[in-house]
């Protein structure tokens, strides 16, 4: 398993564990190092920091992200879904939102999918996948429009005389 992958779940499990316990961010990384990691593979540091970076990053954009992923989960409360998928879905959107520049869209969603079909039930892939993808189209739909305002109005061109014209 690469690292990014582990990165992937061990962030989700710290950010389940946030989700119950409320501790301070630092707190829950130390704890779950030190109690759970089992054996530290060769890529250990490099896991350890990505998933800090995961973790840390969910936490502090957690409102607009859940912001996100209200506006595109019609008919479903974040807060009523189950808290694997509510957090796989903060950590898609998270990278979607903010890591795009490392991480490309195809990747974050279906990384998200595969996290969500080892950590949640049997529909949680394609829930996962229905709304991911709809917070990455709104994306994409904001980034358009942001640059057509960016590029300002259309220049306004003088009307061309009809043909046969302008004789008078």
Request: charged residues 30%; hydrophobic residues 40%; glycine residues 8%.
């Amino acid at each position: 398993m690469g690292s990014r992958r582990r990165a992937r779940e061990t962030a989700l499990q710290i950010l389940f564990g946030l989700d119950w316990s409320h501790a301070e961010v630092p707190a829950a990384l130390e704890e779950f190092w030190d109690r759970f990691a089992g054996e530290r593979p060769a890529n250990y540091d490099e896991v350890r920091d990505l998933c800090r970076d995961l973790v840390t990053g969910v936490v502090q954009a957690r409102p607009a992200i859940d912001q996100k992923l209200q506006a595109a989960s019609h008919h479903w409360k974040l807060e009523r879904m189950t808290a694997v998928d509510r957090n796989i879905l903060r950590l898609g959107a998270y990278e979607l939102l903010y890591q795009a520049d490392t991480v490309p869209r195809k990747v974050a969603i279906n990384e998200a999918i595969e996290v969500a079909k080892k950590f949640g039930n049997e529909d949680s892939g394609s829930f996962i996948n229905g709304i991911l993808d709809r917070v990455a189209h709104d994306l994409v739909r904001s980034t358009e429009r942001a640059k057509g305002r960016a590029a300002g109005p259309a220049p306004v061109r003088a009307p061309t005389p009809p043909p046969g014209g302008d004789d008078a």
